[in-house]
């Protein structure tokens, strides 16, 4: 692995623009947002930046972060961070990280982070020199480099735009972050598909060396596969007949939550789908209904509670017990441990639904990871009081974050989703954010005469 560090003369090409050229384009950028003022986005594009770079700087505009505050902010104490990451499932993940990246990294002057689904940095292993060197932007376990924060960094964007990038040197919108260049890949789980978090390299141009984005799709490939079988043999021991499972003296299997972040995806389907320990099944509409309730009120609920956000009109106590007992056989085969309880009905297990991960984004200010995670309304057909309730509070956050600080490409994203698809005031802001020679407009425009057509604004 020592050939993960090669001269920066040597460096190919980044898209045929060389290493020297795309520093000075991000020198011009910076210029132009030094003297940003009615014509910014113009001028912008002009100082030759790439489109992803300068998008995301537009984006850090929009979200305020300040280019010349030297560090990122601490988002979690030592003793917060010590037993968040212990519970977080990118926990079992760290030896395959280990093993693949901050090894080789001691010897090749790199740094290795690994953050969670928002930009928090929760581990930051590596070159140790470089590691005391970073402290001063505070690139440490507990800070947040996520884009509403920092701005343009490998983590943070990489997050927002849901795939590998790399950022070098005065690209970082941060201007203390210019001595450094990195690459970064989110990480998907490999069941569910829910973003658990992004794998980073961060050191000198080598950084950004073409392989370099490749080593770690590969290494977070690895990872995923390694998480993988490591439910399956968490399952098979649980399930295991008592005369095969391992003796008391044996090591136990690592508790779920180092391995899986038990989930329940809700966000533009009618059935849901529920992953428990690597296992996933899709439940029938009232269980959806039951589950993305209880998910929602971890306290618990009440037989009179729970009946009052289920059904539209009254019900009888003894239908709701039929649906419970019929939605405990469910869960039953699917892991023991996730059958509800009863006095108050209440979920064993901590179960994250996606709707609750997009609302924490949006309290977090971080709107494109919201919108990344967000695939339609909750539960769109369900008519259950409280389901009702839920899907309008998640749907007019989205739309009420996008509308106050979404970027053009967001908006325009968001307009592709059913729930949108009559939306004028979207599709109003955001030809209002596209340059005028943006070839995006014409779609837009054609939208909103559509729109005129079929509703008569």
Request: with cysteine; proline share 8%; aromatic share 4%.
């Amino acid at each position: 692995m020592t050939n993960l560090v090669r001269p920066a003369a040597l460096l190919p090409p980044s898209g045929g623009v060389t290493a020297a050229l795309r520093q000075r384009h991000a020198s011009a950028g910076h210029e132009a947002l030094d003297s940003r003022g009615p014509d910014f986005p113009a001028s912008l594009r002009l100082s030759g930046l790439s489109r992803l770079v300068q998008e995301s700087w537009q984006r850090s505009v929009e979200l305020q972060a300040n280019p010349d505050h030297p560090e990122a902010p601490l988002a979690m104490d030592r003793e917060e961070l010590e037993e968040y990451r212990r519970q977080h499932p990118l926990a079992a993940i760290m030896p395959v990280i280990h093993k693949l990246l901050v090894l080789p990294s001691h010897d090749s002057g790199m740094l290795v982070a690994v953050g969670d689904e928002v930009g928090r940095l929760l581990w930051v292993e590596g070159d140790a020199g470089l590691q005391r060197r970073a402290e001063g932007m505070m690139f440490v376990p507990g800070a947040d480099w996520s884009e509403a924060k920092v701005g343009t960094s490998a983590p943070g964007t990489a997050l927002a735009l849901g795939r590998g990038i790399q950022i070098s040197g005065a690209e970082h919108y941060k201007r203390s972050v210019h001595p450094w260049s990195c690459t970064a890949v989110p990480f998907h789980d490999p069941d569910s598909g829910a973003l658990l978090g992004v794998v980073d390299i961060t050191g000198t141009e080598s950084a950004v060396a073409p392989h370099t984005l490749s080593l770690v799709e590969a290494t977070v490939a690895a990872a995923q596969a390694h998480l993988r079988v490591e439910r399956l043999q968490l399952a098979a021991a649980r399930h295991a007949p008592p005369s095969r499972r391992r003796s008391p003296a044996a090591p136990k299997p690592a508790g779920p939550n180092s391995l899986y972040r038990n989930s329940l995806q809700l966000l533009g389907r009618d059935q849901a789908l529920l992953s428990i320990d690597g296992r996933t099944v899709a439940l029938s509409a009232r269980h959806s209904e039951i589950l993305a309730l209880l998910s929602t009120h971890p306290g618990g609920l009440n037989a009179g509670e729970l009946g009052a956000l289920l059904y539209a009109k009254d019900a009888s106590t003894m239908t709701l017990r039929a649906e419970m007992v019929r939605l405990r056989k469910v869960l039953l085969e699917l892991s023991p441990g996730a059958v509800p309880e009863s006095r108050p009905y209440r979920l064993p297990l901590d179960v994250v639904p996606d709707a609750g991960q997009v609302l924490n984004c949006l309290q977090r200010g971080a709107h494109r990871i919201a919108l990344e995670i967000y695939r339609g309304a909750v539960l769109p057909r369900s008519e259950a009081p409280g389901i009702v309730e839920l899907r309008a509070r998640v749907s007019a956050l989205m739309r009420e974050a996008l509308l106050t600080d979404g970027s053009a490409e967001s908006l325009l994203k968001y307009a592709e989703l059913p729930e949108a698809r009559d939306d004028v005031e979207i599709r109003r802001a955001a030809l209002k954010l596209l340059p005028p020679r943006s070839p995006k407009r014409t779609a837009v425009v054609a939208d909103l005469e559509r729109l005129d057509r079929e509703l008569g604004l």
